[in-house]
């Protein structure tokens, strides 16, 4: 073999290498993206980015941020049974959702029929509270179905949004004054 066919024949391997690059390696890099295993979400916040109830930014699981309110707590406003929206008190010492009376009513549980034959202690007192299953709560992108919930037949002022809905959830955790909610 002569000099010049040897580079002749390195100048066509070359040129061959080059055409490879350009159209097979774009394709190997789209397929290596294809089969790499999503990062978790940066769990940073920002203040002025996110609304109340709204989701977590590039998330990777379904979520909801809800913000402290002035009174010190935090509240939800979540549709029911696919039928309205309650604002809802989160309370962790709640053991159930529990529903004031008024909220049921709204939501077509007619709470004049119900069983009230559970004593519930609230911080109020004692009262009599009725055992309901909840269809669907959906806070944004969170949505629980089947939930626990006690109509209560008094004392009670806001509707809670309790561990019977928290505890059907992957996570949730306070972070200053968020509150996100996972599933």
């Known amino acids: 073999m002569s000099a010049t066919n040897f580079i002749g024949g390195m100048i066509v391997a070359g040129a061959i290498a080059g055409v490879i690059a350009v159209f097979v390696a774009p394709k190997l890099d789209e397929s290596a993206k294809a089969n790499t295993v999503p990062q978790a979400a940066s769990l940073t916040v920002q203040d002025a980015a996110i609304e109340d109830g709204a989701p977590l930014p590039n998330a990777t699981r379904r979520s909801a941020v809800l913000t402290l309110k ?56 004692e009262t009599m509270g009725a055992s309901v299953l909840l269809d669907s709560l959906k806070i944004n992108q969170v949505h629980v179905r089947n939930v626990e919930a006690m109509v209560l037949k008094s004392d009670l002022d806001q509707s809670l949004l309790g561990m019977s809905f928290l505890s059907q959830l992957y996570a949730y955790e306070f972070r200053g004054e968020r509150l996100i909610l996972r599933q």
């Open 70 to 125: 002035t009174d010190g707590h935090y509240w939800a406003r979540v549709l029911v049974n696919k039928k309205a929206t309650v604002n809802f008190m989160v309370d962790t010492g709640a053991s159930v959702v529990a529903l004031t009376y008024d909220d049921a009513r709204r939501l077509g549980l007619k709470p004049d029929s119900l069983d009230y034959k559970w004593r519930i202690s609230t911080a109020g007192g």
